[in-house]
């Protein structure tokens, strides 16, 4: 009888044990991200750090700066974190958020019903209207429509990339803006399509006398928003700061430091 009442103690014992090991688990997951970020002091951002003025290297010190990584930067120090930067480039970053290498990206990521699904979204920050640009002497690109079976260059992964696709262009892969809009100077594509403020930050800065904004797509304008994994409750800790920025002109005066006026949400 004693040995029986043992074993049913030590079977009880196991089975909480493994209800322990299960909770830890949980614990370790996506669920807690929020307290998890809190608890060790640092929240993890991927970003390229080559995509002017969002996320880019100052020409004098070196240091990381840009639109995005202001916003982030003030949003971890609400949080009461310090915010980490990891470098990657466009294609890799996603893959980077969904291994949880970081916690969340801030590169001008637009908001797309595609990225709804697989993502959860901070409220929005900024907006966003996309360009086609080429070559000055290029006179047949005036529309979207007009890619049909031109060759562009574009990240593949980009909501860009995805949008050259569907209307029929020829895509060469180049995530970087900067190398897209050089194949496009250069004769070697015809077009790319990218962010108007990161395409006019880019004249203003090389002085490109060869490029010209061909067109403005107004129906693609997104929303800009940080992503996080599904269910970290993270994206809600962020939207909190986001809201109390934009109340207290924090996004405005950012914004107005990078682009001249106000592109805040």
């Not at 290498?101 to 929005?124: E, H, L, M």
């Not at 897209?180 to 880019?202: C, F, H, I, M, P």
């Not at 800790?237 to 990078?258: H, P, R």
Request: hydrophobic share 35%; proline share 2%.
């Amino acid at each position: 009888m004693k040995k029986l009442f043992t074993g049913i103690i030590l079977i009880v014992l196991a089975a909480a044990l493994a209800a322990c090991g299960q909770d830890n688990g949980s614990d370790a997951g996506t669920g807690n991200l929020a307290d998890q970020v809190r608890e060790r002091g640092v929240l993890k951002v991927g970003t390229e750090g080559t995509y002017a003025p969002y996320t880019y290297h100052d020409s004098k010190s070196n240091k990381l700066v840009g639109f995005d990584v202001d916003v982030i930067r003030e949003a971890g120090k609400r949080m009461g974190v310090k915010v980490a930067f990891n470098e990657s480039n466009w294609d890799s970053l996603f893959a980077g958020l969904n291994a949880k290498r970081f916690d969340t990206i801030a590169n001008d990521v637009g908001v797309t019903p595609d990225r709804q699904k697989k993502y959860d979204f901070s409220r929005a920050y900024s907006t966003s209207q996309s360009v086609i640009v080429t070559r000055k002497d290029n006179h047949k690109i005036n529309a979207l429509k007009d890619l049909k079976g031109v060759k562009v260059a574009q990240g593949l992964s980009s909501n860009y990339g995805e949008m050259t696709k569907k209307a029929g262009a020829v895509i060469t892969g180049q995530d970087d803006l900067s190398k897209a809009l050089k194949l496009v100077s250069q004769g070697r594509v015809e077009a790319t399509v990218n962010d108007q403020g990161a395409v006019l930050q880019y004249f203003k800065t090389t002085g490109d006398k060869n490029l010209k904004i061909a067109a403005v797509i107004p129906s693609n304008a997104a929303d800009i928003a940080f992503p996080v994994v599904k269910d970290s409750g993270l994206d809600k800790v962020l939207s909190e700061q986001l809201e109390a920025m934009k109340k207290d002109g924090t996004l405005k005066q950012i914004s107005e430091k990078y682009f001249g006026k106000d592109i805040s949400k």
